[in-house]
């Protein structure tokens, strides 16, 4: 019988929500790691046994978890459940110190701040892990200030990937309003040296050396607050999404505009279409078919819930620009909470399984491809993030 | 031996339920007493002191013998009161909020 389990990162803890494949009837653990912010948690899809999860606190700073259990039990990598025994350190599994090696090449002191001048690289957490899609112990983050890590020994100890700090835009990132983040890793199933990452407010990139060197792949975006429409960085990418099936084709929902590309991020067209507003911070794309895409469009940029207080997931068909309402099981009235960039998820169930999670705490689930819909869990705190294990 | 208090969460993180002994070596200093501590409970290095720089994070303070320490120089010797046990060396989280 088929399962699946869904983790859920919110401001004060993290929740593994778990049912058979009718998706009805759950089971809720947590909180796990409570009082803490847990912005992302994700299971390894070469065992689904193993979830990494990123706790951060304003002030204790940034802890990465492991849980070899299929989320029953975690640890800090290198140091054992329970163990708190002497000696020397085992792991730097909380370290994330930003490349300054001479062999690196240039590594970046300053990014823009907010002003515009020019300001430090400072860490201060981890937004986003992505597991290798085929070796367990291999893991990569996205912290803020942006920059991406691996650990190739199960999250004990992280190295930076230099080359894209030092792309020769870094003096021209810049922090979205939630802070300079990298919170978009996807990994390309079908090339292992092919990774696209995003960056508020830097914009999409593409490695096509396993991490060694990026190009910035924001052709065709289109943003307001910026004076030049054709640069080359300074874009609020808020997501992007793959089907595995078709890894060329990418779905972005930046700060305005849905967006399509069919060349690997080499250039991007709108596809907002009939959106009521096409400002939102979620998008994914359906395990099986590739041109069925989900966004949940938020009022604006100011105004951070859905447009006449009605929730609605919007489904198109047709890969963009022919959007439905997708309202069966949803609040159509007095509901403002927003959805964000990594709550969202879908199973890869028959049929497919989308899923999102609120500002609100609710965390709906719809068994049906979005037809309709129906709250796992009505009242957890905010939920920063959704991701969901298809196991069995 | 140096008696410790840490907030909750950190408790939690080290899988300790009340105050922290520890063996540290004299002179005894913030330095030298988070330096045990670190050694002792390694899954705690980088949430009292960032990693890299090893600077006090800015929401947490250091309190003994009904002082502010948190400004002191690291290598500052610790009261009398705390190197001998007397008196414990408490890591606590800033007031924040509303």
């Known amino acids: ?44 899809p ?14 204790f700073g940034q802890i990465i978890q492991r849980s070899d259990d299929g989320g029953k039990t975690w640890h800090q990598p290198g140091t054992p459940a329970g163990e708190a025994a002497a000696g020397p350190p085992k792991s730097e599994s909380n370290k994330f110190a930003y490349d300054v090696s001479a062999a690196s090449g240039k590594p970046l002191t300053t990014h823009q701040w907010y002003d515009g001048t020019q300001h ?11 597991p290798s899609l085929t070796d367990p112990d291999t893991v990569y983050a996205g912290v803020e200030d942006a920059a991406l890590f691996r650990s190739t020994d199960g999250g004990q100890n992280w190295k930076e990937l230099p080359g894209l700090r030092g792309h020769g835009t870094g003096p021209k990132w810049q922090p979205g309003a939630g802070g300079m983040c990298l919170h978009t890793i996807v990994l390309d199933p079908s090339n292992p040296e092919r990774i696209y990452i995003a960056i508020s407010a830097a914009g ?16 065709g975006l289109r943003s307001q607050y910026i004076p030049d429409q054709d640069a080359e960085v300074g874009h609020c990418v808020h997501h992007i999404a793959m089907n595995p099936k078709r890894p060329g084709v990418l779905f972005m929902q930046k700060h305005w505009d849905v967006m399509r590309s069919d060349n690997a991020g080499d250039n991007w067209t709108e596809v907002s279409g009939n959106l009521p507003t096409d400002f939102g911070f979620a998008i994914d794309v359906h395990a099986h078919e590739p041109e069925t895409i989900y966004v949940v469009p938020i009022k604006s ?9 009605k929730l609605r997931v919007f489904r198109s068909r047709t890969g963009g620009n022919e959007w439905e309402p997708l309202t069966k099981g949803l609040p159509q009235k007095d509901c403002y909470v927003n959805v964000l ?15 999102f999670g609120t500002s609100g705490g609710q965390v709906y689930v719809s068994a049906d491809a979005g037809d309709s819909w129906n709250p796992i869990v009505r009242d957890l705190p905010a939920v920063l993030s959704v991701e969901v294990q298809t196991l069995g | 031996m140096i008696r410790l208090i840490l907030p909750p969460h950190l408790r939690t993180l080290a899988h300790v339920s009340g105050d922290v002994e520890l063996e540290v070596t004299v002179p005894v200093t913030q330095r030298s007493v988070l330096d045990a501590l670190e050694a002792r409970y390694p899954m705690l290095r980088g949430t009292i002191r960032d990693h890299v720089t090893l600077q006090r994070r800015p ?32 890591v606590i989280g800033a007031i924040a909020g509303g």
């Open chain 1, 1 to 44: 019988m088929s399962k699946v389990r869904v983790l859920v990162g919110t401001r004060k803890g993290a929740f593994v929500l778990t049912a058979d494949g009718k998706r009805e009837k759950w089971e809720v653990s947590g909180p796990h790691f409570a009082g803490w912010e847990i912005y992302h948690l994700k299971g390894s």
């Open chain 1, 46 to 59: 070469a065992d689904p046994n193993r979830i990494y999860a990123s706790q951060s606190s304003g002030w």
């Open chain 1, 120 to 130: 430090p690289w400072e860490f201060k957490r981890a937004w986003h892990l992505e």
């Open chain 1, 204 to 219: 999409a990139f593409r490695t096509d050396d396993g991490g060694k060197t990026w190009k910035p792949i924001n052709r």
């Open chain 1, 301 to 309: 940029d100011s105004e951070h819930f859905p447009l006449e207080g």
């Open chain 1, 341 to 355: 960039r990594d709550a969202m998820a879908v199973d890869s169930l028959d049929k497919c399984g989308i899923y």
């Open chain 2, 59 to 90: 929401f947490l303070r250091f309190f003994a013998c009904e002082e502010d320490l948190s400004h002191e120089l690291p290598d500052a010797p610790l009261p009398e009161a705390v190197a001998s046990g007397k008196e414990p060396f408490i």
